[in-house]
């Protein structure tokens, strides 16, 4: 009974010892591989960085104007409206800010009044036309001249002679039609009318004159009547002293050729039926003789400043047309006063130059195209010209700075395009181009960082200062050889793989290398399509681990196996078992 027992119990250890603890293992005759194919595909290679949105250039919101006080001019202006609101798009050149200045129009009105009578009293003085003012040479002087057609009187200037301002130099005359003021008595003047024919006896020359009423005045004017001639068909006068009222009419004729101011003629009237005392048929004989005043058209001809008569034209009594030449005058005092006055014209030109220029700035416009970033002033506050209100910046051609490390930095070229995404705008993106990389990297807790300018093609929807990532393109390739990175190793200076053969021998072949991402490589020689490289293999383990057989509380030797193969390569290929002394 005791040796069952012990039979018993023998038997269970060894079968739980057996359970428990599992054989020893038996060695593989040769290292188990990883390996991938090689296969044909597209690789591109880029680097990505993060930053912030700045806008490229921008634009100040000014009040035309300098700075300061400007004279002439107004001092301030008064904002009348505000036509956009900060994120407003705008043109360049859209009207966005009106202002106003009262001040200035009625600036502007006074000089051009001023001006004008300025123009226009030199102009007469140099005899040019306002136009011709800036031709004119102060040196030459002044030039009197005919103001009508008609015949030279009362020359009294010789050259050499000194001419004061005023004083008249001659008269011109128009002799073909003269002029005499006639006094009526009250029983006369109602017999009188406009248009009336009168008749003129002279005693100089025998025969009548005609001549006509052109004006009638109906007020009596109180007269010495012993100062008036009587006419020769009423006798004389009688010397007392005695006043009455007497009327006046203007009477006009064509000259003969002898009238002259200060003739005296007996006046007649033409009535329509009757006869008078003197007997002759037709004409009303007036009381009072009459003195011929005047030529009908008559100018004076006065200097205009105080000068020397450098030239005499014409003589006493000659016939002259409008514009000739009469006197010339010239003189140091009147050349500056020539000078002073084209120069004060010339001032006020300028002054008029500046307040109109002011007055067509009282719209500021948008200097750029862009994005209304900032307002400092409102509607009815007071702005200095030139002074800062606002700013405007330009969303199509932004910015975006960012970091690369010693290792992208060699990836990234200037002028290589790049794709630009924002975190506020998911689906779209916008395109760039590297503008600038850093030449020398700074150091940044231990990790040398290069700089990246990008410049990038925006639209209206960006705003400075939104998060955005850029994809720098590095290059690309369409249709080629690609090999996993856990692959490629280098010896002596040359990269090389190792293929498993199909007789499980490993070979190391080298190989050329073009792009490269994190994941894969461009083979350009070296290997051909559905090779399999070697990703990884037993050998490359610890001499401390192991893999193990199948157990069942312990790792299995695939799964081991699986794990080790993992730390090189996350995409693990079939596991091929080589010969000994294969690696």
């Given amino acids: 009974m005791i040796i069952l027992i012990l039979i018993i119990v023998f038997g269970g250890g060894t079968y739980a010892y057996r359970q428990l603890v599992p054989p020893p293992e038996q060695e593989t005759q040769g290292p188990v591989y990883s390996t991938q194919p090689v296969t044909r595909g597209d690789i591109s290679v880029g680097v990505e960085i993060t930053g912030t949105l700045n806008p490229s250039r921008g634009g100040s919101i000014q009040v035309p104007g300098g700075y300061g006080p400007m004279k002439p001019g107004v001092n301030s202006y008064m904002i009348a409206e505000v036509l956009v609101e900060e994120g407003t798009p705008v043109k360049q050149g859209q009207v966005i800010i009106r202002l106003s200045a009262a001040e200035l129009e009625t600036k502007i009105k006074s000089l051009e009044e001023q001006l004008q009578t300025n123009r226009e009293l030199l102009a007469e003085l140099m005899d040019v036309s306002v136009e011709k003012l800036h031709q004119v040479d102060p040196a030459y002087g002044i030039t009197l001249r005919a103001p009508i057609d008609g015949r030279v009187v009362g020359l009294e200037v010789q050259e050499g002679d000194e001419v004061k301002q005023g004083q008249i130099v001659a008269r011109v005359v128009d002799d073909s039609r003269f002029r005499m003021v006639v006094k009526l008595a009250p029983t006369e003047f109602k017999q009188v009318r406009t248009g ?6 002279f005693s100089e020359f025998n025969g009548f004159t005609k001549a006509q009423v052109t004006d009638v005045n109906p007020n009596p004017i109180p007269e010495d009547l012993s ?35 200060g003739m005296v003629a007996d006046v007649g009237l033409a009535v329509d039926s009757g006869s008078n005392s003197s007997g002759t048929f037709g004409i009303k004989w007036l009381r009072y003789k009459s003195q011929v005043e005047a030529f009908v058209k008559e100018e004076r001809v006065i200097s205009r400043a105080d000068a020397l008569a450098t030239r005499v034209y014409v003589r006493e009594m000659e016939m002259v047309k409008a514009g000739d030449p009469l006197v010339s005058l010239a003189g140091k005092d009147l050349q500056k006063d020539i000078e002073d006055k084209l120069n004060q014209i010339r001032e006020q030109e300028m002054e008029l130059q500046q307040l109109r220029a002011q007055l067509s700035q009282l719209e500021i416009r948008a200097p750029m195209d862009g994005i209304v970033a900032r307002l400092e002033k409102q509607a009815g506050q007071t702005v200095q010209p030139g002074e800062w209100i606002g700013h405007i910046y330009n969303t199509s051609d932004m910015r975006l700075w960012g970091q690369v490390d010693d290792v992208d930095v060699l990836l990234v070229q200037q002028g290589a395009p790049v794709q630009v995404t924002v ?3 998911p689906g779209k993106s916008f395109e760039g181009v590297v503008e600038r990389v850093d030449t020398m990297g700074r150091d940044e807790n231990g990790i040398t960082r290069f700089g990246v300018n990008i410049k990038v093609k925006g639209t209206p929807e960006l705003r400075p200062g939104m998060q955005a990532k850029a994809y720098i393109n590095a290059g690309s390739a369409e249709d080629v050889l690609l090999v996993p990175l856990e692959a490629i190793f280098e010896e002596d200076g040359q990269a090389k793989v190792e293929i498993l ?13 073009g792009l490269m991402n994190d994941r894969v490589a461009e083979v350009k020689s070296g290997l051909e399509e559905g090779q399999l490289v070697i990703t990884g293999s037993t050998a490359d383990l610890l001499p401390s681990q192991r893999i193990q057989s199948n157990d069942t509380f312990l790792p299995s030797s695939s799964e081991n196996n699986q794990e080790q193969n993992g730390s090189r390569n996350n995409r693990t290929g079939g596991g091929q078992t080589a010969s000994p002394g294969s690696r």
Avoid: C, H, W
């Avoid at 006043?243 to 002259?260: C, S």
């Avoid at 007789?503 to 050329?512: H, I, S, T």
């Fill in 501 to 513: 053969q199909p007789d499980g021998m490993v070979k190391v072949v080298p190989v050329q290398l």
């Fill in 196 to 201: 009336q024919q009168a008749f003129l006896r």
């Fill in 423 to 425: 975190d506020a705008l």
């Fill in 227 to 261: 100062k008036l001639a009587f006419s020769g068909f009423y006798g004389t006068g009688t010397g007392q002293g005695v006043y009455g009222y007497v009327y006046q009419i203007t009477v006009e004729g064509e000259n003969p050729g002898l009238i002259r101011p």
